[in-house]
């Protein structure tokens, strides 16, 4: 089969719609439910994980959602030329830019990345983890991995492109750079106490070995039969018409995949001390998945409390992640999440200070994710020299300061019952875990005074504004609410303890 009649079976077999495509830029959005792009169903995983396998533990869980905030970090060879979203761009690529781009490696030398500065930053932004990506769809790894590409694709060969022979690990260490970042990045987390999130994509666009899962730029002439339907579907909207049809994967070729990807994920587990999530990503399909479940069975076994993503595992996994978009309304879930949302237009790299979205932005997306149950992951990504952007770095240090005010309310807090998680647009409540405090917080200054109608103090109950020692004075009506007073010195705005929104402590409440 040819490449336009393999486009042709792939467009027929998509026929209806295809799976939502990110936009670069595109606004927030908002969903009733979890978006689409988070629970993509994967037919070929049971609904109910074997006997044999155990989720993280109910600790583990717990720890995942007292965290509340985190940067999520895009970096890899991608950042070199910065063409847009992460490695994405590599697809429409000519035959040509794909044979630069997987050449970019061997002259790649981020001088700029210092992994104690960088874990500086996000103490001080009030981040109590980071993601990072270990291995992105492209397949350069940014960790010293043992394994080795043995089959990938020459772009540019005589009459075209074709699958070649090689052995290499395609990894940083290969690099004039040669320092396992990662590792670097753990140990200096380990030492402040931020938990460790490492992003791993299932596929991999430079190993030939992968082919054609999901959106593999080297597709074969039954690559509707190795898929689901939405991978299909998937890979349409993503490829386009810029796939190349190659041979089926030999059995030796499919072994040698899952025994790569076993390999790389056992020792992002093992060389670099506790892991307290993996961000899986990607699926690798119905043929592969008694391997993978294998995989997963040992990665329990090396660390049981990891908490892993979602994607490519079903049920197997232990959180959720809404990627660009805030769930409109509190979530009746059955595992923890976390919205990850770029600071920039991407999550990688964006030179424009203009495009970052400011420090507003992200303190109300954190309590708005929190008070529906969630917690706020910002993605912001490193120059190709390993820093980050002024801009970025201001929004989200002062967004740490406004945390070291209003902390409380956000971290280790859980959501109120039902639908009392807010009041309007302009009010957001969390409560303490033990239930003896309730947190109003409003995001727009109300004036002299403040009416709840959901939030009814015990008779006795102090009420103050967190960043603030004066107990404010309040009356309840059962018409109206619990309405609190002001003071006088605070309408001025350099009086208040900070900006952007500001968290009531109501203790004791009775709901």
Not at 28 to 50: A, K, M, W
Not at 242 to 248: C, E, K, W
Not at 279 to 295: A, F, H, I, Q
Request: aromatic share 12%; with cysteine.
């Amino acid at each position: 089969m040819n490449r336009r009649d393999f486009i042709a079976t792939v467009a027929a077999t998509a026929a209806a719609t295809a799976l939502p495509v990110t936009t670069h830029g595109q606004e927030q959005q908002t969903y009733h439910g979890f978006p689409p792009s988070v629970l993509v169903p994967d037919s070929y995983v049971e609904s109910t994980p074997i006997a044999e396998y155990h989720p993280a533990s109910a600790a583990a869980y717990e720890a995942f959602q007292d965290m509340k905030f985190g940067i999520r970090i895009h970096w890899g060879i991608y950042s070199i030329w910065h063409r847009g979203a992460e490695s994405w761009p590599y697809l429409p690529m000519s035959f040509e830019d794909r044979q630069s781009y997987n050449d970019l490696y061997k002259t790649w030398n981020p001088a700029g990345f210092d992994a104690s500065a960088w874990m500086d930053a996000f103490n001080e932004s009030g981040m109590k983890m980071f993601a990072f990506t270990s291995k992105h769809h492209e397949g350069f790894s940014m960790f010293d991995t043992k394994t080795r590409v043995k089959s990938r694709a020459n772009w540019t060969a005589p009459g075209g492109p074709r699958l070649e022979s090689c052995d290499l690990a395609y990894s940083i260490m290969e690099t004039p750079f040669r320092r396992d970042i990662v590792k670097e990045l753990c140990d200096a987390a380990h030492k402040r106490d931020i938990k460790i999130d490492l992003y791993f994509s299932h596929p991999d666009w430079y190993d030939a070995d992968f082919r054609p899962y999901v959106a593999h730029p080297l597709q074969i002439t039954d690559s509707a039969e190795w898929m689901t339907p939405n991978d299909v579907k998937f890979s349409k909207a993503r490829i386009g018409d810029h796939a190349i049809v190659v041979p089926d994967p030999t059995e030796a070729e499919v072994k040698r995949t899952m025994e790569r990807h076993r390999a790389q994920l056992l020792e992002l587990l093992t060389n670099y001390g506790k892991i307290d999530m993996l961000c899986l990503d990607m699926w690798l399909g119905p043929r592969v998945w008694p391997e993978l479940r294998k995989t997963l069975l040992m990665m329990r076994q090396l660390q049981p409390d990891v908490m892993l993503r979602n994607r490519g595992i079903g049920n197997y996994g232990d959180y959720y992640t809404p990627e660009r978009v805030v769930p409109g309304s509190k979530q009746a879930s059955d595992k923890p999440w976390f919205s990850i949302y770029p600071l920039g237009t991407d999550f990688s790299y964006d030179p424009e200070a203009a495009n970052y979205k400011g420090t507003k932005w992200i303190v109300h997306n954190l309590v708005d994710t929190a008070a529906k149950g969630g917690g706020f992951m910002v993605g912001v990504g490193p120059s190709s020299h390993g820093e980050f952007h002024p801009a970025a770095l201001r929004q989200m240090k002062a967004t740490g300061a406004w945390l070291k005010v209003n902390g409380e309310a956000i971290y280790a807090t859980r959501p109120r019952a039902g639908t009392l998680w807010s009041e309007g647009d302009a009010v957001r409540y969390t409560r303490s875990k033990d239930g003896r405090s309730v947190y109003a917080i409003l995001t727009e200054w109300p004036g002299s005074q403040a009416t709840l109608t959901t939030a009814r103090p015990r008779e006795g109950s102090k009420i103050t504004l967190l960043g603030s020692k004066q107990n404010l004075a309040w009356k309840f009506d059962s018409a109206r609410g619990t309405t609190i007073t002001l003071p006088e010195n605070l309408q001025q705005a350099s009086n208040r303890p900070c900006d952007y929104a500001w968290s009531l402590k109501i203790e004791p409440a009775e709901s």
